[in-house]
């Protein structure tokens, strides 16, 4: 597995090019080479900078250094004093003053890098799914064993130290819930994976579960361990049916090397698992709707509490972790709270998978550590904006996620960060849209979603989304009037604070950034009668015979 | 998606293999047999069923009901939960389809990369609006919510056929062989 020690990203945007930035970059691979740094150092070019002075701009990390403007003499002198003797070129520093404004987000990234860093998918592509000693070739399930020598509250409390929290959106500390249902009593416990991935552009639960199924069964023995568990469920949705086969082969294999089934590893800890598929709802994906599955009803979310770690399956404490909160579980029993510190920034440690899609040059899923900022996303890893095209909005972690304008793509993407900026990280899709995207358009999108998926059971969501969606479909037809944007807020705050569950509770977040965001946008449309990306049809639907 | 090359129903009953309709007596038996008559096989058992015979009809709930109903057991199911669940997940039919199903992705990054557009020409092209069947019984229209392939959107899935990347111009081809 490669791992860079150093990043280093060169400006790349038309401008720099001018100036010479493609010679710079050239220098920087040879000079490289050339100390033979090329395994330590990674480089980039990154298309938009944030900034138009000082060009060719070169930011070396994790110290977050940005130099410029940078001629291909200066190269030589960077790589030999920084990234050989580890000192920062004083004398050819970008203007300290402008590293205030658009490129503050540098110091708010000190110190943790933009690069790559596999946990939850190290695995993934390099090992044969369908083969279980591929994957104990691979360190697979020494931290089962490792686990079941601990004390049961030795392995909550690694887990609470390390500081990992939730992965499939919310963010709630991993440990501690796992301490709560350990702390349970009563002879029947239950572990369930929720693996019912339908947040629309998100997919790093597929790709693990296909790529690396052993992980999640050994994850969720050590959890059945740690909270007194002898019976688990994995949640798949209906969809995914490669996963779901692969998952089935990967528990017979699993037992058939007695790591499932009874005296796992003769430790008189007993353990079996079942794969329940989902049928095609993505409210399921909330979990008490997902029990509700499970025990063969209406995948209708709970009133809570009680919550699922006293009152979950069958009535009894359940544990419910998503995917990829549970793949990281095995590598940090192995390796220790501290190491899993070491990643990302200390009120997020560890890394975090993200889907980036739209107008970009490069689409697919990363795992970088936590605190990337979306403009690194989109110029390291997207590759720029697709044709050039400037960038607009981005909506994160599917449709439960914000959208982000423009102003805020330097804010480090953790849970923290994120919540100050009053944003949501959500499942970590990154919906990157151009210029040529209307907000509006956008907004329908995400609220036909909502309308189609709402399970109906209370009021506040089903009527709502229903109600909204008209609204916003009358004005991209030019129906507008501006009295609905207050009706529409409105809308948008009764869901949020009235809704049984998740789904409704988010269903008003793209009226209330798009309002928040691009009002004018939107005012364009009902005042003037025009859309200003040119996408709303803004004519009457034609009557209905 | 379904791994059943036979699935598509025809003019009111479905064919197999051989031809001859299916036996919804015996599809039920067998879906029952193989998830166990526990209330956590409900929803597997219908999706078997709707897998086998391309949808739910009334019949093949009354006879689930029968098969899954022991109150000797402590389980108790009646015919409207079991409707319930048909009507609520998107992936059991309760109305026949089309010989194909043409579920298109609605979700926004499709939406952003192309699937705007794309949505047009789909319906345009089969002439169908979200959720109807041509009269001819051979396309059912659906628009479907993330399959989480988003890497290459726009995606649409004719019967169990993912395409992906797809253009507008693209579309008369794909239809074309599906007959």
């Not at chain 1, 972790?321 to 192995?334: C, K, M, S």
């Not at chain 2, 007596?25 to 597997?44: C, L, N, S, Y």
Request: one cysteine or more; aromatic letters at 8%; charged letters at 25%.
């Amino acid at each position: 597995m490669k791992f860079s020690r150093s990043m280093i990203l060169v400006s790349n945007d038309p401008d720099s090019q001018r100036l010479g930035a493609q010679d710079v970059y050239r220098r920087f691979g040879e000079k490289l080479l050339e100390l033979g740094l090329e395994e330590e150092v990674t480089l980039a070019p990154i298309t938009d900078i944030g900034r138009h002075d000082a060009l060719p701009l070169v930011i070396v990390y994790p110290e977050a250094t940005a130099y410029g403007p940078v001629t291909v003499k200066d190269v030589d002198r960077i790589v030999e004093e920084h990234l050989y003797k580890g000192r920062i070129a004083e004398e050819l520093l970008a203007p300290v003053k402008e590293l205030s404004g658009r490129i503050g987000w540098l110091k708010a990234r000190k110190g943790a890098s933009p690069m790559e860093k596999k946990i939850v998918t190290r695995r993934v592509g390099r090992i044969d799914p369908e083969n279980i000693e591929d994957y104990i070739a691979e360190d697979g399930y020494q931290a089962l064993a490792k686990a079941l020598g601990q004390e049961r509250a030795e392995i909550s409390a690694t887990l609470e130290k390390s500081g990992l929290q939730g992965r499939g959106g919310a963010g709630f500390p991993t440990g501690m819930k796992w301490r709560f249902v350990a702390g349970t009593k009563s002879p029947k416990k239950y572990v369930v994976c929720n693996a019912d991935e339908s947040e629309p552009g998100t997919f790093k639960d597929r790709v693990i579960l296909e790529g690396d199924p052993h992980s999640i069964i050994e994850a969720l023995a050590i959890a059945a361990y740690c909270v007194g568990a002898d019976e688990g469920y994995i949640y798949v949705r209906g969809e995914y049916q490669l996963a779901q086969h692969r998952l089935e082969k990967a528990i017979v294999q699993a037992r058939e090397f007695g790591l499932l089934g009874k005296n796992i590893l003769d430790s008189n800890f007993s353990f079996d698992l079942h794969v329940h598929s989902g049928a095609g709802a993505y409210v399921c994906g909330e979990e008490t709707a997902l029990l509700e599955s499970i025990e063969g009803k209406r995948g209708e979310p709970r009133a809570r509490p009680p919550y699922p770690t006293t009152h979950g399956l069958w009535g009894k404490p359940t544990l419910v972790n998503n995917v990829e909160t549970l793949a990281n579980v095995p590598p940090i029993i192995l390796n220790g709270a501290e190491w899993y510190r070491s990643f990302g920034t200390p009120s997020s440690p560890g890394t975090k998978t993200y889907t980036i899609l739209g107008n970009v040059n490069f689409r697919g899923l990363i795992e970088v550590p936590m605190g990337i900022t979306l403009r690194e996303i989109i110029n390291i890893y997207g590759q720029g904006m697709k044709n050039g095209a400037p960038f607009k909005m981005a909506q994160t972690g599917g449709s439960s996620g914000s959208i982000i304008p423009a102003s805020l793509q330097d804010t480090p993407m953790d849970f923290e960060s994120f919540r100050k900026a009053g944003v949501s990280l959500g499942s970590g899709a990154l919906l990157i849209c151009d210029e040529n995207n209307c907000v509006l358009d956008l907004a329908i999108t995400l609220m036909k979603f909502f309308q189609f998926e709402s399970c109906g059971k209370c009021t506040p969501c089903r009527v709502g989304t229903e109600r909204a969606l008209r609204m916003l479909t009358a004005i991209s037809r030019g129906e507008g009037k501006l009295e609905d944007l207050d009706t529409l807020t409105a809308i948008a705050q009764e869901m949020e604070f009235a809704s049984n569950c998740g789904l409704g509770q988010t269903a008003g977040v793209p009226i209330r950034d798009t309002l928040k965001y691009f009002r004018a946008e939107i005012e364009a449309h009902i005042r003037l009668g025009v859309c200003p990306a040119g996408v709303c049809e803004m004519t009457p639907e034609p009557e209905k015979v | 998606m379904f791994n059943v090359a036979e699935t598509p129903s025809q003019a009111g009953q479905a064919p197999s293999a051989t031809g001859q309709a299916k036996d919804l007596t015996k599809i039920v038996e067998m879906a029952v047999e193989k998830h166990g008559a526990q209330p956590d096989a409900f929803i597997p058992i219908l999706l078997e069923i709707n897998r086998d015979y391309g949808y739910i009809p009334a019949e093949a709930i009354r006879l689930a009901r029968k098969m899954l109903h022991q109150p000797e057991e402590h389980v108790l199911v009646s015919e409207g939960q079991l409707y319930g669940l048909a009507s609520f997940y998107h992936m059991l039919h309760t109305e026949k389809t089309g010989r194909h199903v043409v579920q298109f992705c609605e979700s926004a990054p499709c939406h952003v990369q192309g699937g705007r557009e794309l949505w047009k020409a789909v319906q345009q092209t089969l002439q169908l609006k979200a959720g109807e069947t041509d009269p001819q019984g051979r396309f059912t229209l659906k628009t479907v919510s993330c399959l989480g392939v988003c890497g290459v959107g726009p995606v649409m899935l004719v019967d169990d056929d993912m395409y992906a990347n797809v253009t507008p111009e693209q579309l008369a081809d794909i239809f074309a062989k599906y007959e």
